[in-house]
Structures are given as structure tokens and as C-alpha cells.
């Protein structure tokens, strides 16, 4: 049996398909859930809220499945917790579109929506910079690795919401992996020397200032 919560979602959201957003008052969601003015703001803070439902606790499920992570399953984490969300909108099925159509033709709605997008990526930075770390190099490299991750999941959704895939989790799994390879390498190549092993015919005597005369040359080209 559906809660007052659920029908309070699912009232709101055919009003807005009906009716439009704005033309939709808190009172006539109500009345279609059959609940009061009062039971609807136990659940929501405004209108505009009951739009984003599970924000929070989606952003809960982040943090704990990457608190959980272990030190060599950081990636898995980040990737998993990446997919909480999407599996979260695949299951709210039309729903999810809905909400879509809502956002792309709202500007209020629109904004919430970048607002949270912001929050996601700001859980993902703090724990990248911390698996990088946590010192002052890596804190760009931390941002773009997050915003990575977030524009992969929402290509992903996207390309779902418009109908355009009908395996969005394998998907998905594929761009994680392309961000991971773009983090792959270290962000500086180390310096340092450079030996190179070659035979000569030449005595030893004859070689070695050849080499530090080439290693000089070298240096002031650096």
C-alpha cells in the first residue's frame, strides 16, 4: 500500500503533467493525495522540493558506500557509488522522465536540479582528495576527477531518459572506466635521471666526456 508520501509524489507529478508547474498549488496536490496541507509539508519544505524527493538520501548513500571503501577498492567505490544514483532514477522508470521533462522546461526547477549536482560532486572531490593525498597538488586534480565522474553518470542518464539506450548500467560502466583511465597515470612525471645502457667500441676514457658533455647540453635545454 502506497504511503501519504508516495501518493503525494505521484499526485504532484500528474498535476504538473496535467496542468503545468507554476498553474499547480500545494492544496490541490494535497487534495489529489487525499492528505491535508499539513501532511504534505511533514514531507516537503516547498513545492518545488517534492520534485527531488530522495535527494538526501541518495547524497547518505554516497558518502556511506565510499566510507566503506577499503584502501585498494577506492575506484570500485567511486564507480559504485556513482551507480546508486543511476540505479536509483532506472528504477523510478517514468518517474525519473517526467522529472526530466519538468527540469528541461522550469528554470526554478532547473537550478535545484545544477544545485545538486553540485552537492554530488562536492562528496566526490572530498574523498578523491583524500585517496590523492589530501595535500595541495592534488586538489585540481581531485575537482576534475569529480566532475568527471558526474558528467559520465549524467550522459548516461540522459541518454536513458531520451530513450536512446536500453542497457544504460552496462553503459555506464563503460564510461567509469574511461574516467578511471584519464586519472590513471600520476599527475607529474617524475623527475629525476635517465640512464641509457649502449655498447661502444670506444675506451671508456673516450666515452665519458662525450657523455657528460651531452648530459650538460641537456640540462641547459631543460
Request: a negative charge.
Amino acid at each position: 500500500m502506497a504511503t501519504a508520501r508516495d501518493r503525494l509524489v505521484e499526485a504532484a507529478f500528474a498535476l504538473f503533467d496535467e496542468q503545468g508547474y507554476d498553474a499547480t498549488t500545494v492544496d490541490e496536490i494535497a487534495e489529489r493525495a487525499g492528505t491535508g496541507r499539513t501532511t504534505f509539508f511533514r514531507y516537503f519544505g516547498s513545492k518545488e522540493a517534492v520534485i527531488f524527493p530522495d535527494h538526501d538520501q541518495l547524497l547518505d548513500q554516497i558518502r556511506g558506500r565510499l566510507a566503506s571503501a577499503g584502501r585498494d577498492a577506492r575506484p570500485v567505490a567511486v564507480t559504485e557509488a556513482a551507480r546508486l544514483v543511476l540505479a536509483h532514477y532506472l528504477e523510478e522508470g517514468e518517474l525519473a522522465r517526467a522529472r526530466y521533462r519538468l527540469t528541461t522546461t522550469v528554470p526554478a526547477l532547473r537550478d535545484r536540479e545544477l544545485a545538486g549536482m553540485v552537492q554530488y560532486q562536492r562528496v566526490f572531490r572530498t574523498f578523491i582528495h583524500e585517496w590523492l593525498g589530501g595535500g595541495p597538488e592534488s586538489s585540481l586534480r581531485s575537482e576534475l576527477m569529480a566532475a568527471a565522474v558526474v558528467t559520465a553518470h549524467n550522459h548516461v542518464l540522459r541518454t536513458w531518459l531520451r530513450g536512446h539506450t536500453e542497457r544504460p548500467l552496462e553503459d555506464f560502466d563503460t564510461a567509469m572506466a574511461e574516467v578511471l583511465a584519464l586519472f590513471d597515470q600520476p599527475a607529474h612525471a617524475p623527475r629525476g635521471s635517465t640512464v641509457v645502457v649502449l655498447r661502444s667500441s670506444q675506451d671508456l676514457e673516450a666515452v665519458v666526456p662525450q657523455l657528460r658533455r651531452a648530459l650538460r647540453e641537456a640540462a641547459l635545454e631543460m
